[in-house]
Protein backbone atom coordinates (compact mmCIF):
# COMPACT_ATOMS: atom_id res chain seq x y z
CA UNK A 1 0.00 0.00 0.00
CA UNK A 2 1.13 3.62 -0.51
CA UNK A 3 2.13 6.00 1.79
CA UNK A 4 -0.47 8.20 1.37
CA UNK A 5 -3.09 4.91 1.61
CA UNK A 6 -1.47 4.51 4.50
CA UNK A 7 -1.86 8.16 6.35
CA UNK A 8 -5.42 8.27 5.10
CA UNK A 9 -6.58 4.38 6.44
CA UNK A 10 -4.68 5.06 9.44
CA UNK A 11 -6.39 8.87 9.97
CA UNK A 12 -9.92 7.46 9.35
CA UNK A 13 -9.16 4.60 11.71
CA UNK A 14 -8.16 6.99 14.45
CA UNK A 15 -11.26 8.73 13.84
CA UNK A 16 -13.58 6.05 14.02
CA UNK A 17 -11.91 4.84 17.26
CA UNK A 18 -11.95 7.98 19.25
CA UNK A 19 -15.09 10.04 17.83
CA UNK A 20 -17.25 6.77 16.47
CA UNK A 21 -16.39 4.06 19.73
CA UNK A 22 -15.05 7.29 22.07
CA UNK A 23 -11.84 4.87 22.94
CA UNK A 24 -9.08 6.65 25.12
CA UNK A 25 -6.77 8.96 22.49
CA UNK A 26 -3.68 6.78 24.10
CA UNK A 27 -4.87 3.12 22.90
CA UNK A 28 -6.35 4.99 19.82
CA UNK A 29 -3.19 6.26 18.83
CA UNK A 30 -1.10 3.25 19.99
CA UNK A 31 -3.60 0.93 17.90
CA UNK A 32 -3.28 3.68 14.80
CA UNK A 33 0.58 3.34 15.20
CA UNK A 34 0.32 -0.77 14.83
CA UNK A 35 -1.54 -0.22 11.39
CA UNK A 36 0.88 1.56 10.24
CA UNK A 37 3.27 -0.60 10.78
CA UNK A 38 1.31 -3.47 9.74
CA UNK A 39 0.06 -1.73 5.80
CA UNK A 40 3.96 -0.52 5.58
CA UNK A 41 4.86 -4.23 5.67
CA UNK A 42 7.09 -2.86 8.86
CA UNK A 43 5.87 -5.64 11.27
CA UNK A 44 9.87 -6.11 12.86
CA UNK A 45 10.69 -2.45 13.52
CA UNK A 46 6.50 -1.47 14.21
CA UNK A 47 7.16 -1.89 18.13
CA UNK A 48 11.30 -0.66 18.03
CA UNK A 49 9.70 2.50 16.34
CA UNK A 50 6.32 2.46 19.11
CA UNK A 51 8.93 2.46 21.83
CA UNK A 52 11.54 4.73 20.84
CA UNK A 53 8.71 7.72 19.65
CA UNK A 54 7.34 7.27 22.74
CA UNK A 55 10.46 7.68 25.37
CA UNK A 56 12.39 9.89 22.80
CA UNK A 57 8.51 12.45 23.90
CA UNK A 58 8.76 10.88 27.71
CA UNK A 59 12.37 11.56 28.25
CA UNK A 60 11.60 15.17 26.54
CA UNK A 61 8.35 16.68 28.43
CA UNK A 62 7.92 14.47 31.53
CA UNK A 63 9.53 16.88 33.71
CA UNK A 64 7.92 19.96 31.95
CA UNK A 65 4.51 18.78 31.82
CA UNK A 66 4.87 17.91 35.41
CA UNK A 67 6.34 20.76 36.67
CA UNK A 68 3.11 23.05 35.14
CA UNK A 69 0.75 20.75 36.37
CA UNK A 70 1.94 20.75 39.74
CA UNK A 71 1.97 24.37 39.64
CA UNK A 72 -1.63 24.46 38.61
CA UNK A 73 -3.13 22.57 40.90
CA UNK A 74 -1.68 24.32 44.27
CA UNK A 75 -2.32 27.43 42.47
CA UNK A 76 -5.90 26.78 42.34
CA UNK A 77 -6.18 25.30 45.48
CA UNK A 78 -3.92 27.44 47.72
CA UNK A 79 -6.37 30.34 46.49
CA UNK A 80 -3.62 32.08 44.17
CA UNK A 81 -5.45 31.94 41.08
CA UNK A 82 -8.48 33.61 42.59
CA UNK A 83 -6.17 36.27 43.70
CA UNK A 84 -5.12 36.60 39.82
CA UNK A 85 -8.03 36.31 38.49
CA UNK A 86 -9.74 39.07 40.49
CA UNK A 87 -6.66 41.24 39.59
CA UNK A 88 -6.96 41.01 36.03
CA UNK A 89 -10.73 41.11 35.79
CA UNK A 90 -10.07 45.13 38.34
CA UNK A 91 -7.18 45.70 35.33
CA UNK A 92 -8.93 45.17 32.36
CA UNK A 93 -12.44 46.14 33.88
CA UNK A 94 -13.65 43.74 31.23
CA UNK A 95 -14.28 40.12 32.04
CA UNK A 96 -15.32 38.72 29.19
CA UNK A 97 -11.98 39.72 27.90
CA UNK A 98 -9.99 39.04 31.11
CA UNK A 99 -11.18 35.73 31.27
CA UNK A 100 -9.61 34.93 27.78
CA UNK A 101 -6.27 36.65 28.95
CA UNK A 102 -6.70 34.48 31.81
CA UNK A 103 -7.06 31.27 29.55
CA UNK A 104 -4.14 33.15 27.45
CA UNK A 105 -1.76 33.64 30.60
CA UNK A 106 -2.39 29.66 32.00
CA UNK A 107 -2.87 27.54 29.19
CA UNK A 108 1.50 27.60 28.15
CA UNK A 109 2.71 27.35 32.41
CA UNK A 110 0.18 24.42 33.16
CA UNK A 111 1.63 22.66 30.31
CA UNK A 112 -2.12 21.99 29.42
CA UNK A 113 -4.81 24.25 27.88
CA UNK A 114 -7.65 21.34 29.06
CA UNK A 115 -6.09 22.16 33.05
CA UNK A 116 -5.99 25.93 32.75
CA UNK A 117 -10.00 25.68 31.69
CA UNK A 118 -10.74 23.83 34.35
CA UNK A 119 -9.21 26.20 37.13
CA UNK A 120 -10.29 29.34 36.04
CA UNK A 121 -14.13 27.78 34.55
CA UNK A 122 -15.53 28.33 38.35
CA UNK A 123 -14.55 32.14 37.64
CA UNK A 124 -16.23 32.08 34.50
CA UNK A 125 -19.62 30.68 35.86
CA UNK A 126 -19.49 33.16 38.84
CA UNK A 127 -18.73 36.01 36.33
CA UNK A 128 -21.54 34.98 33.91
CA UNK A 129 -24.27 34.65 37.15
CA UNK A 130 -23.53 37.83 38.55
CA UNK A 131 -23.55 39.66 35.53
CA UNK A 132 -26.20 38.07 33.85
CA UNK A 133 -24.71 36.94 30.53
CA UNK A 134 -25.43 34.79 28.21
CA UNK A 135 -24.84 31.18 28.88
CA UNK A 136 -21.28 30.02 27.18
CA UNK A 137 -19.98 33.78 26.63
CA UNK A 138 -17.41 33.56 29.46
CA UNK A 139 -16.67 30.05 28.97
CA UNK A 140 -16.02 30.27 25.16
CA UNK A 141 -13.95 32.97 26.30
CA UNK A 142 -11.60 31.00 28.49
CA UNK A 143 -11.46 28.75 25.92
CA UNK A 144 -10.73 30.29 23.12
CA UNK A 145 -7.79 32.46 25.37
CA UNK A 146 -6.19 29.05 26.14
CA UNK A 147 -6.38 27.72 22.65
CA UNK A 148 -4.51 30.79 21.71
CA UNK A 149 -1.56 30.52 23.42
CA UNK A 150 -1.32 26.75 23.88
CA UNK A 151 -0.98 26.81 19.94
CA UNK A 152 1.30 29.43 19.34
CA UNK A 153 3.59 29.89 22.23
CA UNK A 154 6.78 28.81 23.20
CA UNK A 155 7.42 26.90 25.49
CA UNK A 156 4.06 25.33 24.99
CA UNK A 157 4.91 21.46 24.14
CA UNK A 158 3.97 21.22 20.35
CA UNK A 159 6.23 24.61 19.53
CA UNK A 160 9.29 23.06 21.93
CA UNK A 161 8.86 20.12 19.80
CA UNK A 162 9.06 21.56 16.43
CA UNK A 163 12.50 23.23 17.62
CA UNK A 164 13.92 20.09 19.12
CA UNK A 165 12.52 18.11 15.67
CA UNK A 166 14.03 20.63 13.62
CA UNK A 167 17.27 20.65 15.97
CA UNK A 168 19.96 23.41 17.15
CA UNK A 169 21.12 25.10 13.87
CA UNK A 170 21.07 28.44 13.34
CA UNK A 171 18.31 27.48 10.77
CA UNK A 172 15.47 28.17 13.98
CA UNK A 173 16.16 30.18 16.69
CA UNK A 174 13.82 29.85 20.50
CA UNK A 175 14.02 33.66 20.98
CA UNK A 176 12.39 34.91 17.12
CA UNK A 177 10.03 31.78 17.91
CA UNK A 178 8.78 33.59 21.35
CA UNK A 179 8.80 37.35 19.48
CA UNK A 180 6.76 35.97 16.12
CA UNK A 181 4.56 33.72 18.52
CA UNK A 182 3.63 36.88 20.62
CA UNK A 183 3.08 39.00 17.78
CA UNK A 184 0.70 36.62 15.83
CA UNK A 185 -1.18 35.36 19.26
CA UNK A 186 -1.97 38.84 20.38
CA UNK A 187 -3.94 39.80 17.48
CA UNK A 188 -5.54 36.39 17.28
CA UNK A 189 -6.96 36.75 20.84
CA UNK A 190 -8.42 39.65 20.05
CA UNK A 191 -10.36 38.30 16.80
CA UNK A 192 -11.04 35.40 19.57
CA UNK A 193 -12.95 38.03 21.95
CA UNK A 194 -14.73 39.93 19.28
CA UNK A 195 -15.74 36.43 17.88
CA UNK A 196 -17.16 35.74 21.02
CA UNK A 197 -18.85 39.05 21.62
CA UNK A 198 -20.31 38.71 18.02
CA UNK A 199 -21.54 35.60 18.46
CA UNK A 200 -23.52 36.24 21.35
CA UNK A 201 -24.62 39.56 20.17
CA UNK A 202 -23.40 41.52 22.78
CA UNK A 203 -21.72 44.83 22.29
CA UNK A 204 -17.95 45.40 23.55
CA UNK A 205 -19.76 48.64 25.85
CA UNK A 206 -21.48 45.79 27.61
CA UNK A 207 -18.54 43.47 28.34
CA UNK A 208 -17.73 45.56 31.52
CA UNK A 209 -17.46 44.96 35.17
CA UNK A 210 -20.23 46.05 37.27
CA UNK A 211 -18.16 45.87 40.69
CA UNK A 212 -20.00 44.18 43.94
CA UNK A 213 -18.48 43.86 47.01
CA UNK A 214 -19.69 40.30 48.11
CA UNK A 215 -19.51 39.82 51.85
CA UNK A 216 -16.00 38.66 53.12
CA UNK A 217 -15.51 35.72 55.56
CA UNK A 218 -12.30 36.55 57.71
CA UNK A 219 -11.49 33.00 58.12
CA UNK A 220 -11.14 32.85 54.49
CA UNK A 221 -9.20 35.70 54.11
CA UNK A 222 -6.82 34.57 56.60
CA UNK A 223 -5.33 31.61 54.61
CA UNK A 224 -4.85 33.45 51.30
CA UNK A 225 -1.45 33.93 49.92
CA UNK A 226 0.21 37.08 49.03
CA UNK A 227 0.21 38.36 45.52
CA UNK A 228 3.92 37.29 45.52
CA UNK A 229 3.35 33.87 46.24
CA UNK A 230 0.27 33.67 43.68
CA UNK A 231 2.82 35.20 41.38
CA UNK A 232 6.49 33.89 41.66
CA UNK A 233 5.79 29.97 40.76
CA UNK A 234 4.15 31.60 37.54
CA UNK A 235 6.54 34.62 36.25
CA UNK A 236 10.11 33.46 37.98
CA UNK A 237 9.99 30.18 35.54
CA UNK A 238 8.90 32.43 32.78
CA UNK A 239 11.51 34.83 33.87
CA UNK A 240 14.11 32.14 33.72
CA UNK A 241 13.30 30.57 30.51
CA UNK A 242 13.65 33.90 28.32
CA UNK A 243 16.72 34.59 29.98
CA UNK A 244 18.02 31.05 28.86
CA UNK A 245 17.27 32.53 25.24
CA UNK A 246 18.22 35.95 25.44
CA UNK A 247 21.96 35.85 27.18
CA UNK A 248 24.47 32.79 26.58
CA UNK A 249 25.25 32.22 30.30
CA UNK A 250 26.05 29.12 31.07
CA UNK A 251 24.26 29.27 34.28
CA UNK A 252 20.77 30.12 33.02
CA UNK A 253 21.81 27.56 30.49
CA UNK A 254 20.75 25.21 33.13
CA UNK A 255 18.20 26.75 35.26
CA UNK A 256 16.66 28.27 32.30
CA UNK A 257 15.93 24.84 30.70
CA UNK A 258 11.90 24.47 30.57
CA UNK A 259 12.08 21.40 32.43
CA UNK A 260 14.20 22.80 35.50
CA UNK A 261 12.60 26.14 35.46
CA UNK A 262 8.62 24.58 36.10
CA UNK A 263 10.14 22.36 38.41
CA UNK A 264 11.82 25.66 40.22
CA UNK A 265 8.35 26.94 39.76
CA UNK A 266 6.63 23.91 41.15
CA UNK A 267 8.91 23.95 44.25
CA UNK A 268 7.90 27.73 44.27
CA UNK A 269 4.35 26.59 44.61
CA UNK A 270 4.61 24.37 46.99
CA UNK A 271 6.46 26.25 49.70
CA UNK A 272 5.07 29.95 48.84
CA UNK A 273 1.28 29.65 48.62
CA UNK A 274 0.80 26.94 50.97
CA UNK A 275 2.39 28.36 54.28
CA UNK A 276 -1.35 28.60 55.54
CA UNK A 277 -2.01 24.80 54.61
CA UNK A 278 -0.81 21.66 56.75
CA UNK A 279 1.61 19.43 54.61
CA UNK A 280 -0.45 16.69 54.11
CA UNK A 281 -3.23 19.02 51.96
CA UNK A 282 -0.37 19.97 50.12
CA UNK A 283 1.34 16.51 49.22
CA UNK A 284 -2.26 15.59 47.80
CA UNK A 285 -2.15 18.38 45.69
CA UNK A 286 1.08 17.44 44.67
CA UNK A 287 0.10 13.82 44.17
CA UNK A 288 -3.18 15.50 41.76
CA UNK A 289 -1.07 17.55 40.06
CA UNK A 290 1.45 14.41 39.24
CA UNK A 291 -1.85 12.09 38.19
CA UNK A 292 -3.17 14.94 35.73
CA UNK A 293 0.07 15.32 34.04
CA UNK A 294 0.43 11.18 33.51
CA UNK A 295 -3.08 11.50 32.12
CA UNK A 296 -1.45 14.13 29.59
CA UNK A 297 1.74 12.36 29.17
CA UNK A 298 0.02 9.02 27.89
CA UNK A 299 -1.58 11.11 24.85
CA UNK A 300 1.64 13.12 23.94
CA UNK A 301 3.42 9.77 24.15
CA UNK A 302 0.71 7.93 21.78
CA UNK A 303 1.95 10.87 19.49
CA UNK A 304 5.40 10.65 19.46
CA UNK A 305 4.46 6.72 18.28
CA UNK A 306 2.64 7.86 15.59
CA UNK A 307 4.64 10.16 14.48
CA UNK A 308 7.65 7.55 14.85
CA UNK A 309 5.79 5.07 13.05
CA UNK A 310 4.62 7.44 10.32
CA UNK A 311 8.21 8.86 9.65
CA UNK A 312 9.48 4.86 9.40
CA UNK A 313 6.77 4.43 6.65
CA UNK A 314 8.31 7.43 5.42
CA UNK A 315 4.41 9.11 4.97
CA UNK A 316 6.18 13.03 5.51
CA UNK A 317 8.11 12.43 2.35
CA UNK A 318 5.19 11.08 0.19
CA UNK A 319 2.58 13.31 1.56
CA UNK A 320 5.60 16.34 1.34
CA UNK A 321 6.29 15.46 -2.15
CA UNK A 322 2.52 15.15 -3.00
CA UNK A 323 1.62 18.59 -1.85
CA UNK A 324 4.97 20.38 -3.54
CA UNK A 325 3.52 19.14 -6.64
CA UNK A 326 0.18 20.33 -6.37
CA UNK A 327 -0.99 23.89 -6.56
CA UNK A 328 -1.01 24.87 -3.14
CA UNK A 329 1.09 27.57 -2.03
CA UNK A 330 4.14 26.50 -0.17
CA UNK A 331 3.24 28.91 2.68
CA UNK A 332 0.17 26.92 3.06
CA UNK A 333 1.20 22.82 2.81
CA UNK A 334 2.47 23.15 6.60
CA UNK A 335 -1.29 25.11 7.29
CA UNK A 336 -3.18 22.20 5.56
CA UNK A 337 -1.26 18.74 6.85
CA UNK A 338 -1.79 20.66 10.41
CA UNK A 339 -5.58 21.23 9.62
CA UNK A 340 -6.09 17.71 7.99
CA UNK A 341 -4.21 15.79 10.97
CA UNK A 342 -6.16 17.97 13.98
CA UNK A 343 -9.16 17.16 12.47
CA UNK A 344 -8.95 13.65 12.15
CA UNK A 345 -7.49 13.05 15.12
CA UNK A 346 -8.04 15.56 17.57
CA UNK A 347 -6.10 16.15 20.62
CA UNK A 348 -4.60 19.60 19.21
CA UNK A 349 -1.68 18.61 21.63
CA UNK A 350 -1.30 15.51 19.76
CA UNK A 351 -1.84 17.16 16.50
CA UNK A 352 1.67 19.55 16.80
CA UNK A 353 3.88 16.23 17.54
CA UNK A 354 2.50 14.35 14.35
CA UNK A 355 2.15 17.47 12.38
CA UNK A 356 6.11 18.11 13.28
CA UNK A 357 7.10 14.87 12.31
CA UNK A 358 5.72 15.00 8.67
CA UNK A 359 6.48 18.69 8.01
CA UNK A 360 10.25 18.71 9.42
CA UNK A 361 11.27 16.02 6.38
CA UNK A 362 10.10 18.81 3.38
CA UNK A 363 11.68 21.87 5.14
CA UNK A 364 13.91 22.44 2.10
CA UNK A 365 11.71 21.67 -0.49
CA UNK A 366 9.05 24.64 0.82
CA UNK A 367 12.72 26.63 0.98
CA UNK A 368 10.50 28.75 3.78
CA UNK A 369 12.12 29.68 6.80
CA UNK A 370 11.07 27.54 9.92
CA UNK A 371 9.52 29.73 11.86
CA UNK A 372 7.06 30.19 9.17
CA UNK A 373 7.43 26.88 8.86
CA UNK A 374 5.95 26.30 12.65
CA UNK A 375 3.59 29.01 12.65
CA UNK A 376 1.77 27.95 9.19
CA UNK A 377 1.28 24.49 10.72
CA UNK A 378 0.38 26.13 14.00
CA UNK A 379 -2.46 28.18 12.40
CA UNK A 380 -3.82 24.71 11.26
CA UNK A 381 -4.05 23.18 13.96
CA UNK A 382 -6.93 25.69 15.10
CA UNK A 383 -9.07 23.85 12.38
CA UNK A 384 -11.26 21.66 12.98
CA UNK A 385 -11.94 21.06 16.26
CA UNK A 386 -15.02 18.61 16.53
CA UNK A 387 -16.25 15.45 18.42
CA UNK A 388 -12.60 13.38 18.57
CA UNK A 389 -11.30 16.61 20.53
CA UNK A 390 -10.93 16.12 24.35
CA UNK A 391 -11.64 19.64 24.81
CA UNK A 392 -14.93 19.55 22.87
CA UNK A 393 -15.95 17.09 25.69
CA UNK A 394 -14.29 19.24 28.30
CA UNK A 395 -17.21 21.92 27.44
CA UNK A 396 -19.81 19.89 27.37
CA UNK A 397 -19.24 18.07 30.49
CA UNK A 398 -17.60 20.53 32.89
CA UNK A 399 -19.21 24.41 31.32
CA UNK A 400 -22.86 22.39 30.79
CA UNK A 401 -22.42 23.45 26.88
CA UNK A 402 -25.12 21.70 24.32
CA UNK A 403 -23.66 20.63 21.03
CA UNK A 404 -24.79 23.26 18.79
CA UNK A 405 -22.97 25.86 21.41
CA UNK A 406 -19.84 24.21 21.50
CA UNK A 407 -19.97 24.06 18.08
CA UNK A 408 -20.87 27.78 17.33
CA UNK A 409 -18.50 28.71 19.94
CA UNK A 410 -15.33 26.53 20.22
CA UNK A 411 -15.57 25.03 16.88
CA UNK A 412 -16.37 28.28 15.02
CA UNK A 413 -14.17 30.04 16.67
CA UNK A 414 -11.44 27.54 16.73
CA UNK A 415 -11.85 28.00 12.64
CA UNK A 416 -11.88 32.26 12.81
CA UNK A 417 -8.74 32.65 14.94
CA UNK A 418 -6.93 29.71 12.75
CA UNK A 419 -7.44 31.90 9.39
CA UNK A 420 -6.36 34.98 11.07
CA UNK A 421 -3.23 33.33 12.40
CA UNK A 422 -2.91 31.46 8.71
CA UNK A 423 -3.37 35.68 7.55
CA UNK A 424 -0.69 37.25 10.15
CA UNK A 425 2.07 34.42 9.44
CA UNK A 426 1.77 34.98 5.91
CA UNK A 427 1.59 39.02 6.70
CA UNK A 428 5.17 38.72 8.56
CA UNK A 429 6.65 36.15 5.83
CA UNK A 430 6.09 39.09 3.04
CA UNK A 431 7.15 41.63 5.23
CA UNK A 432 9.94 40.56 6.91
CA UNK A 433 11.99 37.68 4.97
Known amino acids: MGQISILLVTLLFILILTARLRVHPFLSLIAGSLLVGVLAGETEG ?36 SIIADDIIKIFKKPVLALLLLGFMFAVPMMCLILAFIIFLPVAKDLSEKLNLKKGVTEGALALGTMVSFGLIYPSPGIYAFIRDVGPTAEISAFRVLVTGLLIAVPVSLVGYLYIIKVYNMKTKEDYFRHTSPAKNPAVVQV ?51 RNFVSADVRAWVEKGIRRSGLVMLDICGGGALGATLAMAGVGEALGNML ?20 VQGSRM ?28 ASGTFLISHFNDPFFWVLGDFADME ?16 ITSMTITGVIYHAFY
Open 46 to 81: TMEAITTGMSSIFAEYAIVVTGGSIIGVILQKSGAT
Open 224 to 274: LPTRVACYAPIVIPVILIVMRITTHSPVFYFIGNPGMALMSGAVMAMVLPT
Open 324 to 343: LVSSIPALLIPFVIGAAIQT
Open 350 to 377: VTLFVASALVVPIMPQLGLPAEIVLFSM
Open 403 to 418: IPQILKTYTMGGIVMG
